[in-house]
Structure formats: C-alpha cells, structure tokens
C-alpha cells in the first residue's frame, strides 16, 4: 500500500483519453490513496463530474464558482493540498496553457499554485504533439521539472495510427507510484521511538503530566518508516493517531509502563530515539480512592520515575545508536551536553524554549544537535516532519558510518 494517504489530485482535459480516468482513480483508490479530480469544462463533455466523484469520493471542481452563489473552489489550498498532481489526460491546449503560465480555468490556475510534483500524461493526435509547437511547450514544462508520462503508439480517436495515445492507466499507476518510491535505507532495521508525555496517576481520577503532544516523536517515526525501518513507537497518551505498515505502535500510560516497554525492544533495536517528555517524578503512594478535598494546604510526595535513557544507556553495545532529546530553558548548550555525557546518548536534539517556532503544541520546531564528538549543528525553524527527516538524515550517516 504504497500509495496509502497519499493525496493526488487528477487534472482531466478534453481529450477521448477522458474515459481511462475513471479506471485509474479505481486503481488510486484500491492502494488507499486520497483522489481529487479538477475538471476542465470541455473535459466533463467526454466524461461525466458525476462518475469520477462517485469514484473518488469526492467532489470534482471545474469552475472556480461554485454554483453562482458566491462560494468559490480555492486553487492555492487545492495546489498546496496535494502530493501529487497528475494530469490525465493532458491535452496540447492544457499543456500550452501551463507552459505559459495561463490561469484561465480552475485546473491551470491550481497548477501554477502547486510546489508538489507534477506529471503529465498527454493525449493527442499524431500531428499534435509533432508540432514544433507543443514540443516547445513540452521542453518549456520539462525545464520546469514537469514529468511525462510517455504517450504509447497505436490506433488514434482520429483513425490515424501513430503517437499520441495516452498512457494506459496501468502505466500511469506506476509511474505515481515510482515517485513515492522513497529510498528504503532504514530496510531492516529496528527503530524504537518513544513518544508524547506520560501520566502518572495521583488517585483514580487525577493524574501529573506535561504539554507534550507527540507530534515530534510521531513525525519521526513516520519518516523512519517511509526509509523501511521496523519501527517500535512507544506513545504516551496523545491525540494523534498514526497508520502505516512498518510502525507497531504500543500506547503506554506511565513511566513505568513506557520504561518496562522500551527495555524489553530495546534489545533488539538497531536505534532508540527518546523523544518523550517523560515525567521525572510520580506520586509515591497512588490513593485507591479520590482524594476529598480538605482546608488544609495538600502534600503530595513525588518519587524519581526511571530514566529510559539512562536505563538503555548502560545496556546499549557499540553497534547500537541512541537518540535522546532535551529541552531547555537556559543554559541550553551546556545542559543538553551534559546529558549527552550522562546518559551515554549518540547524539541529542537540543529544542530550546527560547526559539520562536520551538516547543510542545507548535507545528514547527528549531533543533541543534549535538553528538558525542563534540560536533554541533544547528538547523533552521522547519515543520516538524522536515526536522524529523534532518534526524533520520543524521541517525542514517551515524549508523552508515559505524558499520
Ligand atoms: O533529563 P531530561 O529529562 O531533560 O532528558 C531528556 C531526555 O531523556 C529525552 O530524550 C527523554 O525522552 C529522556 N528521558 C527518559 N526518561 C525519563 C526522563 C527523560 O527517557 N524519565
């Protein structure tokens, strides 16, 4: 399920090729990618909005006003939306347009509003796509970084026999799915992640813990699998869920239960990336009933709660990696270098309170890492998902190197 989630917005013109598109979405579909067809108006005389929005599951857009009542189809948040566009099938006029830069229907003006790949199954007559002309504006795309799905030779809608033909869904399928092919270089390794914050529990109803959401530790393990890691997530309890074939997740409530956990992976793991806000301290007696609220102040006496980086530490070997995080206040270089030191980590991310873009519930994260040489590398405020590609980044030349 290589295409799962995946958003792919589909770009019909006018062409007779219009019909095959009904039979790729199908395809789309099956691998549980999210479709989005964008009509062009004389695309939805070859085949009908109604077909392709049953098969996809969602509405198709042609124009950028939706039924004359103000509402509009908005192509920046479409363009940004997805993963990939694909246009199928591409006409020379379509094509033409994009080359150009022409934003004249909702299809072209999504185009030019995308950053994602773009491919482009042309369809048409042999003497179409001959002429120099729309090979110009093919070259012109193709600078562009535009990818062509190659057209096949055969029998035209014209009844002339040549090139031009649009790629059969079958092909374009795999074309898709060649782009989202990510380089498997995590493939056979073990990754575990612990995740989010822990709770501990002060009586039945009442627990200690912190702002994590787990969106950092989450991202991470995303990216270490789309690389083919065997990843372990070991989640405090959060809001987000997480869905893919390579991530066991195991949903822990304490720090206790996060520990006890992550010993018994950690053995077999090729990597441990500690990104949980583990409470350092729980209650030292949990009451078995609520506790009743009384005039007096109220003490509660904490206990240590085990480190898990520590713990691991002490039991990693040399071909082992282990990633622990810190997240600072003040002082943030020395502190973050003196738990490196002290738990034995490989490297640790830095998150520093102080940066603009950094902390719990933000979408964006500003990290420097620092390794066990004595290297730093700073990094820029990214989304979290790009700061978890520069970890995975990291982690791969580590273990690359020791072996
Ligand atoms: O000492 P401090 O809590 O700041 O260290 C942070 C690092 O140690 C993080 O990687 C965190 O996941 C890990 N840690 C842990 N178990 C604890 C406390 C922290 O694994 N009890």
Known sequence: MQLLNKKILIGVSGSIAAYKIAHLIRLLVKEKAEVKVVMTASASNFITPLTLSTLSNRPVDIEFVKNNQGEWTNHVEWGLWADCIVLAPATANTIAKIAHGLSNNLLTAIVLSARCPVMIAPAMDLDMIAHPSTQNNFKILKSYGYQFIATNFGELASGLVGDGRMAEPEEILLYIKSNFKKSQRFSGKNILITAGPTQEAIDPVRFISNYSTGKMGYAIAKAA?????????????????????????????????????????????????????????????????????????FTLLLEKTPDIALELGKIKNDKQTLVGFALETNNELENAQLKLQNKKLDFIVLNSMKDEGAGFAKDTNKITILDKEGNIFPFEVKDKEEVARDIIEKIYFRIENKS
Do not use: C, W
Not at 241 to 261: F, G, W
């Open 225 to 297: 699998a789309e690389e083919g890691a065997n990843v372990t997530l070991v989640s405090g309890p959060v809001a987000i869920t997480i869905e893919h074939p390579n991530i066991k997740l195991i949903k822990v409530n304490s720090a206790q239960q996060m520990y006890e956990t992550s010993m018994s992976y950690f053995i077999h793991s090729d990597v441990a990336i500690l990104s949980a806000a583990v409470a350092d301290y729980r209650p030292q007696f949990v009451a078995s009933e609520k506790i009743k609220k009384k005039d007096a102040d």
